[in-house]
């Protein structure tokens, strides 16, 4: 699900005896203490007011570990939202309906921005920090693409007629986590999602007045 920071390089060759083990190992337990000092400082401070510097001295790892695993705040907000989007993903590939297979499209949509919402406001600064690391950034993480696919697929099957492709991109706008923090405090959760579900169903039940 998650954007990947580049090419991956090719495997050097492997060597004889345990140290290439033990640096694997190394490596995954490293991996491990940056994620998990992340996450409690982003949790205490806010992910805003936590520098790379505090997480390596918290991690106790050296900065160009830190920097090479990772890229730079944004990817590790990317590496900690895996596992929730993930779980997010395998309801809606396998999950019971009305968020997993077998339901209405209108039934599926509304489930998903449900599901989403929650994800979102559980995990808001580290999707905005995901999302705002660059111009454009929303749009390239693979978490993203795949909710877009999700959600053109089930317009796509209950009206064909539609561009369902830039309609999934303006259901999907109103979550972006700069628009959630400021609805947030305009006009209120609720309403949000209260009126983006209405729009949903309208969408998809064809009652738009068109």
């Known amino acids: 699900m998650s954007k990947t920071s580049g090419p991956r390089s090719e495997p050097e060759p492997p060597q004889a005896g345990k140290p290439q083990r033990a640096e694997r190992a190394d490596a995954v337990r490293n991996r491990a203490r940056v994620l998990q000092a992340a996450r409690a400082l982003f949790r205490e401070h806010g992910a805003g007011a936590v520098t790379m510097d505090q ?3 918290a991690a106790g790892v050296g900065k160009g570990t ?9 990817g590790l907000a990317v590496a900690l939202l895996d596992t929730h989007e993930r779980d997010l993903e395998a309801a809606i590939l396998s999950g019971p309906p009305p968020l997993g297979p077998g339901a209405e499209p209108a039934a599926r ?4 921005l449900e599901a989403y919402v929650d994800f979102l406001d559980g995990n808001l600064d580290l999707v905005h920090l995901s999302e705002t690391a660059r111009p454009g950034a929303r749009y390239d993480i693979g978490a993203y693409r795949q909710w877009h696919r999700h959600v053109a697929g089930l317009i796509a099957a209950a009206r064909p007629d539609l561009d369902a492709d830039y309609l999934a991109h303006a259901l999907l706008a109103p979550l972006a986590a700069d628009q959630r923090m400021a609805l947030h405090e305009a006009v209120g959760p609720g309403r949000v999602l209260a009126g983006l579900t209405t729009l949903a169903r309208s969408i998809l039940e064809n009652r738009s007045g068109t």
Do not use: E, H, Y
Not at 109 to 112: G, M, P, W, Y
């Open 55 to 57: 997480v390596a001295v």
């Open 66 to 74: 830190l920097f090479r695993r990772f890229g730079d705040k944004a």
């Open 109 to 112: 949509l509304v489930a998903f």
